[in-house]
């Protein structure tokens, strides 16, 4: 099972649509996790971090499941401007002397159509 | 600047010359990343500092990639013998550190786009 998996997408939406992504991940110890969001040839933006059930912040939510190891991004009222890839990123530390890393899922791709 | 600062923006360069790209970080983030992206990819770890540890050099792709950190701030990644393999988007990343451990999100530079001919 891969440190962190996403669906590629693309998910092709309407305006004013309702979308959720999945992330799933495999080490269970992980404490933190965070969304980031990246447009075509740009740097990552931070966009939400969750650190325990979950956080909402306008139009987005994200959702924790511990129990089944899976965050989730939920987008209401879609907007144009939404499109983008949207990257799931849960901190792993290997071993209890390791280095501290930043997963990366793949990315999951969405487009928002008017 | 409040955030993660790279130079240059762009850099086009002939195969087989050496580039320097380089960081810095915000002020106060001692964990600094750097990762590279080419064209359509998700993000390639390259290298890790953290205060004054060793840096984990485990994601450098070959030795013409080498990194330092003076001063515990600012940071430089140097290609040396550039090949068009090389070509991408080299980001930085800094972050927040309690005790040891990194904490909180990474934040990102505007990165550096290495153009090979």
């Known amino acids: 099972r891969k440190e962190v998996e996403q669906d590629p997408g693309p998910f092709n939406v309407p305006e004013g649509a309702t979308v959720a992504f999945n992330c799933t991940y495999s080490n269970s110890a992980s404490q933190s996790f965070f969304w980031y969001r990246q447009d075509c040839r740009k740097e990552p933006k931070l966009l939400m971090s969750?650190?325990?059930s979950g956080n909402e912040d306008g139009r987005f939510t994200a959702q924790l499941n511990r129990a089944s190891q899976y965050i989730s991004l939920l987008i209401r009222d879609s907007k144009l401007s939404d499109s983008a890839t949207y990257l799931c990123v849960v901190p792993h530390q290997e071993g209890p002397s390791g280095t501290y890393k930043y997963i990366f899922g793949t990315g999951t791709r969405l487009k928002v159509l008017a | 600047g409040a955030g993660v600062s790279q130079s240059p923006s762009n850099k086009v360069t002939e195969k087989g010359k050496d580039v320097e790209l380089r960081c810095d970080p915000i002020?106060?983030?001692?964990?600094l990343y750097w990762y590279r992206q080419s064209l359509g990819q998700g993000l390639e770890f390259l290298i890790y500092?953290?205060?004054?540890?060793?840096?984990?050099k485990s994601g450098l792709p070959s030795d013409r990639f080498s990194a330092e950190r003076t001063g515990g701030s600012v940071s430089t990644l140097t290609i040396q013998r550039t090949q068009q393999e090389d070509s991408a988007v080299y980001l930085c990343a800094s972050s927040l550190v309690n005790g040891v451990l990194p904490i909180g999100p990474q934040h990102f530079g505007d990165g550096t786009r290495l153009s090979i001919l």
């Open positions: 500092f953290q205060g004054n540890s060793a840096p984990d």
């Open positions: 002020s106060g983030h001692t964990a």
């Open positions: 969750v650190y325990s």
